[in-house]
């Protein structure tokens, strides 16, 4: 079946540093979301990317889709305290009428002041 | 509005108990998910509905998990009998209908399950 893989699991970084979070898929996506997930709270969607080789910006967050529409990625520039918390990218394949969304695993991001 | 709006938010329950999840999406939504999220295995799909009818259930472990959607406003999701393996946060979310758009799904809370 379909397969989302997020790398990393984990990254700590200094306030002030940048982070980048990858998202790679086994099958074409027709669009890609992103979500944030606070420590004990539930996801929350950040964006949806559709188009191949389309970038978006919010603020200090960039999100990338693929020109394969395979692989994503979201930059976040100047880490602050308030970024903490998961992020998950989810992926729906490409072409079929199923509109469930595939979950990766997450990258946990840890901000130190 | 009050968003996705799940019940109980904790339960803990003795192995072989009957467990029901309650969920109730936003107004106007036409799909509903459940997921299940632990740390080994992230944030997986268990089902989900389109217009109060199942569409693809095949996240779901085994026959001890049923899920139901009686009307646009409710759905439950119930394992039994429950077993320690079961123990996850349970999230549903609830979204309008892809050709609107974006799909956003919005999360409820969750059910922390912990099965004794």
Redesign the interface.
């Given at each position: 079946g379909q397969q989302v893989m997020q790398i990393p699991q984990y990254q700590h970084v200094q306030e002030g540093e940048d982070f980048t979070t990858y998202c790679n898929s086994s099958t074409t996506l027709s669009n890609i979301?992103w979500y944030k997930q606070r420590p004990g709270?539930?996801?929350?969607?950040l964006i949806?990317l559709v188009k191949s080789g389309e970038v978006k910006k919010q603020k200090r967050l960039t999100f990338q889709f693929g020109e394969a529409k395979k692989n994503s990625s979201l930059h976040i520039t100047a880490t602050q305290t308030t970024d903490v918390g998961t992020y998950?990218c989810a992926g729906r394949i490409s072409g079929g009428s199923?509109?469930?969304?595939?979950?990766?695993?997450?990258t946990l991001l840890t901000v130190n002041p | 509005d009050a968003g996705v709006i799940q019940s109980p938010r904790h339960e803990v329950t003795e192995m072989g108990q009957e467990v029901t999840l309650r969920c109730k999406p936003i107004s106007g939504h036409d799909?509903l998910?459940w997921y299940r999220q632990t740390m080994m295995r992230?944030?997986?799909?268990l089902i989900?509905f389109?217009n109060n009818v199942p569409?693809?259930d095949s996240g779901m472990p085994e026959d001890r998990f049923s899920a139901k959607m009686p009307n646009a406003s409710f759905s439950t999701l119930k394992i039994q009998p429950s077993e320690p393996r079961d123990s996850a946060v349970y999230?549903c979310?609830s979204s309008f209908d892809?050709h609107r758009g974006?799909?956003?799904?919005?999360?409820?809370?969750?059910t922390r399950l912990t099965v004794t």
């Open positions: 979301q709270g539930h996801p929350v969607f949806q998950f199923n509109y469930k969304l595939t979950f990766g695993k997450g | 799909y998910f992230g944030l997986e799909l989900y389109n569409i693809d999230f979310a892809p974006t799909y956003e799904q919005y999360f409820g809370p969750g």
